[in-house]
């Protein structure tokens, strides 16, 4: 009798396993914004009415940080003949913890680079190798550190121009997690464009598996457990354009020669707890190359990384490195922990 009690009780446990598991309904909604196709994923009775707050969301802050809408903030900033410039609480803290990032990474993370960016057409896609003196020239209306706020105030020079695209994903996760939390959500996956954001585990207590790219060929390197935390990756390989000397010239620039990044990374995947952190971390480490990107992380160990160069190496954090899986496709990648 006392083996069937415990069979009773066993069976009863799994039912309401089963049952619990059964509740989580899923939902999804895919749209576009920021420029790009998304995709948020939730599991809870409230499931539909996170994912729409969350698409609003969204949508209402590219509205305050899109370079090219005339009504957004940045926009304004950007196009101002006078300063100081009055902006929105949100867009003020994205553009604090952006010139926080760009000190703490010494300008390998830089969000007023955009005359030079736009110098070389990325923003309009009407591509061009600018020549070595306008380069010199727009890197001078590049030096954050003559940023200054007093208040909802911002103070640049006339010329000075602001481009969060490199955190301003992130950020839209972070946020958009907390709209969907208010409603009760334990469980999503939020994929922006690739940045991906976790709410919790998966509903059945499991971590969620993420695909890392090979920035290569584009297929599955290897995959990722993760839970609760953003992962982004930067690389060169999705905004190119080819110049007349046949060199493929990317979007990502580094802010001390006012061209694209060139170094031994193909591309940079961050790993924190905030998706605006992890955003701006994965520029940083590509800026940076390898060695100074892991070094900045020793300084810096408040994250985690993978780092994939053009050796086929691939350089992972130890805090992830039980949680990262080569796929059997790309045998011939060496995987090296860092401690």
Known sequence: MHGMKKLSILLSSVFILLTLFACEKKEEVYFESM??????????????????????????????????????????????????????????????????????????????LYPVSSAWGFTKKQYRIPPQDEIK?????????????????????????????GIGKGFAGDEAAKKMKEFGIKSALLDLGGNIQLIGSKPDGTLWVIGIKNPVDGDVLGSLKAKNCGVITSAGYERFFEGPDGHKYIHIFDGTTGCPVENDLLSATAIAESGTYADALS????????????????????FDFILVTDKKEIYVSKGIYKNFALSQDHADFSLICVE
């Open 283 to 302: 520029t940083t480490l590509y800026v940076l190359g390898k060695e100074k990107a892991i070094e900045f992380w020793k300084q810096n160990p408040d």
């Open 137 to 165: 020239e727009k890197l001078k209306l590049c030096d954050w550190k003559k940023v200054r706020i007093e208040g909802n105030k911002v103070f640049m020079e006339n010329g000075m121009q602001f481009d969060l695209g």
């Open 35 to 112: 420029n790009t196709f998304m995709k948020v994923q939730a599991y809870g009775k409230n499931a539909e009415q996170a994912n729409e707050a969350a698409q609003k969301y969204i949508g209402e802050l590219e509205k305050l940080i899109s370079v090219t809408k005339p009504e957004s903030d940045i926009y304004k900033l950007n196009h101002s003949e006078t300063f100081p410039v009055e902006i929105n609480d949100q867009t003020l803290d994205l553009i604090k913890f952006a010139l926080k990032i760009a000190d703490k990474s010494n300008g390998a993370f830089n969000p007023c």
